[in-house]
């Protein structure tokens, strides 16, 4: 039975089974967002003596005219106060890893050079450039212990457990588990509110607290950390102009922790306007540059051109919306796939002018620890 979790400082959503897949004519956002919506007031009208407001979940791809994964659950159980998940040390009958591939990757740091050579050209501005490690153990790992130490250890995130049905439209995805901790939202909305917290523009933490302390000072003061936390929130800011009115861009960025980075983020704000669905802004917005670049066209060229792989649900969003149009979806980064004995996790980092090929690798080291200590 498919299973879907999400685990918030606010909420533990919990959802089992799927009741019916959100299937549109087309997958962009007006005709997905139209599908939910009938799927969702359907619900409504079917469990009229139910007291919560019926609910899609699932996870839209990078690449948005890729399937996504939306369905109604046949199950759902919302926490207001999650609980603690037991079991999350204990060492007994771990998987063993056999092997990492890729944990230093030499590629990476040609992709960002070569990269380096388009911003210098000026074909682009900004593009994210990711990669990916693989982990392979001796026996299947437990995924819902991955979980509970991914909810244990990063008590700010969204963290997120949910199955990957097997079914070709998902490609490599298929029958994987994705799990992470994702420290950006991309669209929350409550009765009609909006906000998005982009971030770009980051620094690896350091276990010297003083060093630590100097290492967060610099990314404020970094001028190239922030012109490209600038451009993010510029283009977030554009949007949110389009489908939202009393929009709140703040001027600068604050910083943004998590047990192994440190940030630059924004919370933009605005009341959507009548009619519009937090689908339809948060299709409007994906992928923001803060998973792709900018200019959009020529990021999303380079990515497809530098990166060996496809991205699949990896910087794409996971989340929820209810038929009373509050919502909430997270960018799933810091995140892996697991299918068995096998674990792939991604990690990425904005490449602009200024940026170095060694520090970039370094930046998605350290991201990539969040999914791959938790296994
Ligand atoms: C692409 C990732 O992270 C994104 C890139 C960031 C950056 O380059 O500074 C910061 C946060 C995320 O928006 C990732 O974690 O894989």
């Not at 392979?136 to 991955?146: A, L, Y």
């Not at 490209?228 to 604050?254: C, K, N, S």
């Not at 909430?328 to 490449?351: E, M, P, Q, V």
Request: charged share 20%; with cysteine.
């Amino acid at each position: 039975m498919a299973s879907f979790n999400l685990k918030t400082p606010d909420y533990h959503l919990r959802t089992r089974g799927i009741a019916e897949m959100i299937t549109p004519s087309r997958w962009d956002g007006p005709s997905v967002a139209a599908s939910v919506h009938a799927a969702l007031q359907a619900r409504r009208k079917e469990g009229s003596n139910r007291t919560a407001s019926p609910v899609v979940v699932g996870m839209i791809p990078f690449d948005t005219n890729a399937p996504a994964l939306l369905y109604v659950p046949e199950e759902v159980e919302w926490n207001a106060e999650p609980a603690a998940l037991g079991g999350v040390e204990a060492a007994a009958l771990q998987p063993v890893p056999l092997a990492v591939d890729h944990a230093d990757s030499p590629a990476y740091r040609e992709g960002v050079a070569r990269l380096l050579e388009d911003i210098e050209q000026g074909a682009l501005e900004k593009a994210v450039l990711a990669r990916r490690v693989e982990v392979r153990f001796d026996k299947p790992v437990d995924t819902d212990r991955v979980y509970a130490r991914l909810c244990a250890r990063n008590p700010s995130a969204y963290v997120f457990q949910a199955d990957v049905p097997e079914d070709a439209a998902f490609g490599d995805n298929a029958g994987a588990i994705l799990l992470g901790a994702s420290p950006e939202l991309v669209v929350g909305c409550r009765r009609g509110r909006v906000s998005s917290k982009p971030l770009a523009g980051s620094t690896p933490r350091l276990a010297d607290q003083a060093a630590d302390e100097a290492a967060r000072h610099s990314l404020l003061q970094s001028a190239k950390d922030q012109a490209e936390h600038a451009l993010v929130v510029q283009a977030i800011g554009e949007v949110f102009h389009r489908y939202a009115r009393d929009v709140v861009v703040p001027e600068q960025p604050d910083l943004v922790e998590t047990p192994v980075i440190w940030h630059l983020g924004s919370h933009v704000s605005g009341v959507l306007r009548e009619g519009v669905c937090p689908l339809t802004l948060a299709y409007a917005l994906h992928p923001t540059p803060a998973v792709s670049g900018w200019p959009q066209r020529p990021a999303q060229e380079a990515i497809a051109r530098l990166e060996d792989f496809d991205r699949g649900f990896y910087a794409g969003l996971i989340g929820w919306m209810d038929a009373d149009g509050n919502a909430d979806w997270a960018l799933t980064l810091r995140c892996g796939f697991i299918k068995g004995c096998r674990a792939t996790a991604y990690a990425g980092a904005g490449i602009v002018a200024g940026s170095t090929p060694e520090k970039e690798h370094a930046e998605t080291a350290t991201k990539l620890k969040t999914f791959i200590n938790a296994l």
